[in-house]
């Protein structure tokens, strides 16, 4: 059950590149956001790959770390599918798993998260993290 919205980004893409692929078409993204982890104020740095897969679909994995002000980190790693649309934007949902010691976001490290994606056409990035009951 998709539970309470515990953090929002905005951002930006800041690097793309093709990789080698066995198997579609993939890309590598990385991108900077700033943005709220249970009320916290971020900033965060995060790159992922993604597949185009035979059914046009997309799947992708991505990891990042996430900062306060205050000097807090956190670390996730998730996987997630998408759709490409003709504009060249992107929209993915998925999950990610936090790693912290951050007292603050201690809380993250015994839940499954799950998030929705949007890249726009121009390297905008938006998401929204929930946390998954």
């Known amino acids: 059950m998709l539970g309470e919205r515990i953090g929002e980004s905005k951002g930006q893409v800041i690097s793309?590149?093709?990789?080698?692929?066995?198997?579609?078409?993939?890309?590598?993204?990385?991108?900077?956001t700033q943005g709220t982890l249970l009320g916290v104020g971020t900033s965060e740095t995060g790159t992922y790959w993604s597949r185009l897969r035979p059914d046009g679909t997309l799947y992708g994995e991505g990891q990042?770390?996430?900062?306060?002000?205050?000097?807090?980190?956190?670390?996730?790693?998730?996987?997630?599918?998408?759709?490409?649309?003709?504009?060249?934007?992107?929209?993915?949902?998925?999950a990610v798993y936090v790693q912290t010691a951050s007292p603050k976001w201690a809380g993250l490290n015994s839940i499954a998260c799950v998030y929705e994606y949007e890249l726009d056409a121009q390297g905008a990035t938006r998401s929204q993290l929930y946390e998954w009951k």
Do not use: C, H, N
């Open 64 to 94: 990042g770390i996430v900062m306060s002000a205050e000097g807090d980190a956190a670390t996730w790693v998730g996987q997630g599918v998408g759709t490409l649309k003709k504009d060249g934007s992107a929209s993915y949902r998925g």
């Open 16 to 32: 793309q590149r093709v990789l080698p692929s066995d198997g579609g078409p993939k890309m590598e993204t990385s991108f900077r």
